[in-house]
């Protein structure tokens, strides 16, 4: 992207479509999205801010003046225009909000009145409504002057004159209904709506689970407010998806791979300052029983491997329970099941793995008893993980911390300390 | 579900919608589902086995007669009628096979005929086709003579006489339109269409860029051959998403959380075989300071921190990496400025962390020296840690080995090798 490069870069950027550019953006580092967002074309602008993640999107609004964000976000859905008003800082904000029109102040009042994670705040308000009593003709003449519809219209929401949601029809049935059939005769009426408060992950899943493309939003007397269409559900399935694994790392999932490196260690040190501590734990654990690693050198170079496979059965259990909670096939009910399928699994890999490591640990050091003793460790290690693998992330739960965060820290914690107890503890007991 | 209950839960199956049976089916344990399954009224149980994932599927369609598995399958969509038969042993394939009508014969050869996880497997041929020279009107009029569309259809396909692809027009089109236009007129010719042979994480990429509905797929002729929608691309995406989070953790991601335990043992063992492995060879790395450690204990109890840490930092870069390289982000062309960010939060890191535990040990076990070894050691592993988080998944990509599933292994591996050697070298060297 240097010298005389740049109309090249220009022309390449006008023949791409707006979420291409947002896509080079995404894979850019941060002064090179500086030099993109310029040789973007204006018209494009608001296009491709809408196809941004915040992380991405808050330094270029940053840079650019409040008439400008107004403009840009006034052509924005609403609930990416919520988005875009919620990355601002407050200072900014109110001067983004003074320079736009009455109309679009309003609606940034009205997005921003839901909470974040909410159906409120995914929502849109480009509904087409149409009365019971009216007919198909009708309706088709009236779609007819619109001249086109918003975008993943699938259904027109049937409203009283109270805005009630009271039923919805499908375009398929307009097209395919006798025209001179009232709405109400033509219209669905076993519907699902979504509660403005219920959250964003909760949506997601009634999506999945029905196929919906588009779904009704109301308030709590049943009015209706918008709707919600599947591809902003999209990435709210993506999102909570990431958001485990991510989590599960250490990592902050809202961390930009092309973020500043000050920023990154910041929000990572967080993590590792966590694991030097439950390290040291373990270290003072080990310390316990100084002496006898002093008499025995050759426990301190096996003292590793219990701990290490303790760690690695109950991340897999713990992977599977966090994976099977996201999607509801977990739940109290049957945890007591889960509890004794995952007992069993650590007492089988203990058996194993036990016999396996005994044979090593005896042919190696030349020593049965040695063999032994690591071989009862990792049995017990191997148990422990698969119980703590179900139970933490099922307390965390009840705690109402999320276990994703939160369950591999203390999960490895757990069978560290179990495994350095019952390998050096047992070696203290039997060899010393 | 024991005495008595079957009829109370046979009535609230029937309450029930094939969805919400299939969430039951995948949170109960494999002898509930025999029960629950048997309990299902036969009309709904074709619906609620296209909700199954194979994994639950499977071993209820083995307990059913060919003749009932033919039958349900008949009524299933093209792709999950071809899931459906790809799940069967070959032997139960050719006997379902046997007792379908002839044109469901010719339609399972079809399906069957696209390989799994590509475009043509994902499709239906539920498409409804128009050509481009008849008018609006004769289009709507041919409409509400066929009563009802397809699910989630939001567009017709226009093709000539060879069933070459030309154009789409949108049902939004068809109600907006003067209805004397030709099809010609109304439809659109910008569009992008998906070859039968793309991989699916492919498609399920264009969904999300472009926010589609639909898609039309067609062969390397251009001839079309079916389409593609949302719902089936939403489980691709979630699929995908999990795939990588399952495969770090070493779990097949195919794994059912309920499944039986001595199916599950066995595909965790694999994985737990594998780091038993390096667990040993991190034991035998320390080994070779065997007499460092007789001399001084110390050593042993300490050993643990600094390859800790390294894996834990070497994780959330690995994690991050492969999210960029699933998510198209991260690309070679972007690579070294990405190496160079990740050396530079190691640095960082290991100036924090370094700093912090040498004050620790040197306070805990009143050894300046011993402090400056560990700090100087955890300095070293975190910088090679965010080297290899970059390097490793750039190497097994270009080797086209799934980084999701080697690359923890093998990073850990790097981390504990260099964490061990620079500590307890360092320490032979300078301490003893």
Redo the contacts between chains.
């Keep these: 992207l240097n010298s005389g490069m740049f109309v090249h870069v220009r022309n390449m950027l006008e023949s791409m ?1 707006a ?2 550019i947002a ?1 080079l953006l ?4 941060p002064k090179a999205r500086t030099v993109i967002w310029q040789l973007i074309d204006s018209n494009i602008q608001s296009e491709v801010i809408e196809e941004l993640s915040d992380e991405v999107r808050n330094p270029i609004l940053k840079n650019m003046s409040p008439e400008k964000v107004a403009e840009a976000a006034a052509n924005l859905d609403d609930d990416d225009f919520a988005d875009v008003l919620r990355g601002m800082p407050d200072a900014v904000f109110k001067k983004v909000l003074k320079s736009m029109d009455k109309q679009d102040q309003v609606r940034a009042k009205r997005v921003m009145s839901y909470e974040e994670e909410t159906a409120g705040a995914l929502m849109n308000t480009d509904t087409i409504t149409v009365r019971p009593n009216v007919s198909v003709d009708v309706i ?1 003449r009236y ?2 002057l ?4 918003p ?4 259904y027109l929401y049937v409203v009283d004159k109270n805005d009630t949601f009271i039923g919805e029809v499908s ?2 049935a ?5 025209t001179s059939k009232l709405i109400s005769e033509v219209m669905e009426t076993d519907f699902e709506v979504i509660p403005a408060t219920m959250h964003d992950s909760e949506v997601a899943s009634l ?5 919906w ?1 588009s779904a009704p939003v109301i308030d709590e007397n049943g009015i209706l407010l918008g709707r919600i269409t ?2 902003d ?3 709210v ?2 999102e909570d ?2 958001h ?3 989590s ?4 902050d999932d809202e ?1 930009d ?2 973020a ?3 920023k ?2 910041r929000k ?2 967080v ?3 966590v ?2 501590f439950t ?2 734990l ?2 003072f654990v ?2 316990l029983f ?2 006898t ?2 008499q025995l ?9 219990v ?3 303790g760690g ?2 109950g ?2 259990t ?4 966090i ?2 909670m996201a ?5 109290q ?2 945890s007591r ?2 509890l004794g ?1 995952e007992l ?2 650590g007492f ?2 203990g058996l ?2 036990s016999v ?2 005994a044979g ?1 640990v005896a042919i190696w050091k030349q020593d049965v008893m040695l063999g032994a003793v690591i071989a009862f460790a990792m049995m017990m290690n191997l148990i422990a993980a698969g119980v703590a693998g179900v139970l933490i992330p099922l307390m965390l739960k009840r705690m109402k911390i999320d276990p994703a965060l939160a369950g591999s820290v203390i999960l490895t914690t757990v069978t ?1 300390i179990v495994g350095i107890f019952a390998f050096l503890g047992t070696a203290t007991w039997l060899l010393i």
Excluded: C
């Design positions: 479509a979420s291409d896509l995404h894979s850019s580092p088709l779609l007819r619109k001249e086109s519809l975008e993943a219209t699938d375009l398929a307009l097209l395919t209904s006798t999506f999945e689970r029905y196929n493309i599947i591809d559900v999209v990435d399935i993506r998806a990431e485990s694994m991510m599960m790392a250490g990592l961390e791979t092309f500043p490196a000050i990154s260690t990572r040190s993590w590792l300052g694991n030097l390290a040291l373990a270290a080990s310390s100084e002496s690693l002093d050198a050759v426990l301190a170079i096996l003292n590793t491997i701990p290490s496979m690695v059965a991340s897999q713990l992977t599977l329970v994976r099977g999607v509801g096939h977990v739940t009910a049957n099941w889960l399928k069993a699994i089988f890999n194993i793995w396996l490591i090593v560290d």
